[in-house]
C-alpha cells in the first residue's frame, strides 16, 4: 500500500503540531509530524520503545538527558529507550520530520512533570 499525508490516518499533538500514521503496526511505527515554529513538546521517555527521529526540513532541537543537539534536514538522531527526550522547533520555519519507533511508542510514554 502506498501511504503520504493525503490518505494517512491524521491527528493534532502539542501546540498546533501534526502527525501523521505512514505505519501503525505494534512491532513498528513510522510517523510523519510537523512542528510549527516555537512549538515542543513535554519531556519524557519510553520503557520499551526505541525511537529515530529523521528531520524532513528545518533545523530540531533535542533535549537528551538534560544535554541539547541540533539536527538539520537530511540528519537524523536516535534515541534509546529509557532516555529522557523531547523535541523543540526553536527556529523560524515549519519543521518536518519522521520518527520511526520499535516497538511502537504509543502507549509507552512516560510523561516527566516539573
Not at 512542528?35 to 524532513?56: D, R, S, W
Request: hydrophobic content about 35%; glycine content about 8%; some cysteine.
Amino acid at each position: 500500500m502506498i501511504t503520504s499525508v493525503n490518505n494517512a490516518e491524521y491527528y493534532t499533538w502539542g501546540q498546533q503540531c501534526d502527525g501523521w500514521h505512514l505505519l501503525k503496526s505494534d512491532s513498528l511505527s513510522v510517523i510523519q509530524e510537523h512542528m510549527p515554529p516555537g512549538t515542543n513538546e513535554q519531556l519524557h521517555y519510553h520503557e520499551k520503545a526505541q525511537q529515530v527521529f529523521y528531520i524532513l526540513s528545518g533545523t530540531a532541537t533535542f533535549e537528551i538527558d538534560g544535554e541539547l543537539k541540533t539536527v538539520n534536514a537530511n540528519q537524523s538522531i536516535h534515541i534509546t529507550k529509557g532516555k529522557k527526550h523531547r523535541i523543540l522547533n526553536n527556529a523560524d520555519a515549519d519543521l518536518h520530520f519522521l520518527v520511526i519507533s520499535e516497538p511502537k511508542a504509543h502507549g509507552d510514554r512516560v510523561n516527566i512533570y516539573g
